[in-house]
């Protein structure tokens, strides 16, 4: 499974087809991160200023309060602190801990792929050299990100969510040649399977729905802010509109996610704290962006002419 490089540029080349689909979401009623997504930092970009809103909205909601945006808060690396979380809920399993009660680390690593000597055939990998040192890094997206320094083999990234960590890996399978196996990391790693309770289903669905209202709200106050200026206004859009597509690919995969939504509502909180982010600090370009849509709307005039 792979996953978009970055919550930030999160399918901002999409056709003009999802951006049409994405402006039609635009009222409160429909409208619909990127985590910014998933994980490399964000390229330095032209930023649109971050204005006050223009109207008062609803307490309680991102971008609410009256004067400049106030960011919320990124999941604590707390959260995950001496848990076993796993991948897809039944996967990979890792654990974190604190070095001195101070910088995070990875504790322990179980990574399950395929053989490379007999493909299709499951392989476990307990990684030793316990424990991993992570190196903080800029997420751009509001999150707290760590980038794994002293597993060669396997390098890559992490997004901390509430319980949970978002990983990516540039979208490559790892080959650890000396266990004969092929994992990917990449992907939610968080609740086990085994841990979910039915009871807690409804309870779980319920809060997600809350999470969307929040994104579509937040995400209108973004796209009004920005209204007048066309090249921020379609970035904003069309990295609406790959949220969805994007968390449906990254989510299909999890255990009773029909059941209980969980990695969804993860990622929908994810993006709510990207949609923050954007709103109290101004939305950042991918470098090139502009000059990218400026190429595709000159080929679609050329086009046009003939």
Do not use: H
Not at 16 to 24: N, S
Not at 211 to 236: M, P, Q
Not at 266 to 277: H, K, N, P, Q, Y
Request: proline share 6%; with cysteine.
């Amino acid at each position: 499974m792979s996953i978009a490089p970055s919550w930030t540029i999160l399918s901002w080349a999409a056709g003009a087809a999802a951006f049409f689909c994405a402006a039609a979401a635009v009222s409160p009623v429909s409208a619909q991160l990127a985590l910014p997504g998933a994980v490399e930092p964000t390229p330095e970009g032209s930023v649109a200023s971050p204005a006050r809103p223009k109207k008062k909205l609803s307490s309680g909601e991102i971008g609410s309060a009256r004067g400049p945006v106030v960011m919320p808060k990124a999941p604590s690396e707390d959260t995950i602190i001496g848990k076993t979380l796993k991948l897809d809920g039944n996967g990979s399993a890792i654990e974190f801990s604190r070095a001195g009660g101070a910088d995070l680390q990875i504790a322990k690593l179980t990574l399950s792929g395929d053989r490379l000597s007999r493909s299709g055939e499951e392989c476990r990998v307990e990684v030793s050299g316990m424990p991993l040192k992570l190196t903080p890094r800029d997420s751009g997206a509001g999150l707290r990100r760590y980038q794994v320094a002293s597993f060669p083999a396997c390098p890559f990234t992490l997004d901390v969510l509430d319980g949970a960590v978002l990983v990516t890996n540039d979208g490559k399978a790892c080959e650890i040649k000396e266990a004969d196996c092929r994992a990917d990391p990449s992907g939610l790693w968080g609740t086990p399977e085994s841990d979910f309770d039915p009871k807690k289903a409804e309870e779980m669905l319920g809060s997600r729905a809350a999470v969307e209202k929040t994104v579509r709200s937040d995400f209108k106050a973004l796209y009004d802010r920005n209204s007048k200026d066309k090249l921020v206004r379609g970035f904003v859009v069309k990295e609406q509109a790959g949220f969805s597509s994007w968390r449906e690919e990254v989510c299909r995969s999890y255990a009773k996610e029909s059941d209980f939504g969980y990695c969804a509502l993860r990622l929908t909180e994810a993006r709510v704290i990207a949609l923050g982010a954007q709103l109290a600090g101004g939305v950042k370009l991918p470098e090139g962006y502009a000059e990218t849509v400026a190429a595709e709307e000159s080929a679609g005039k050329a086009k046009g002419k003939k």
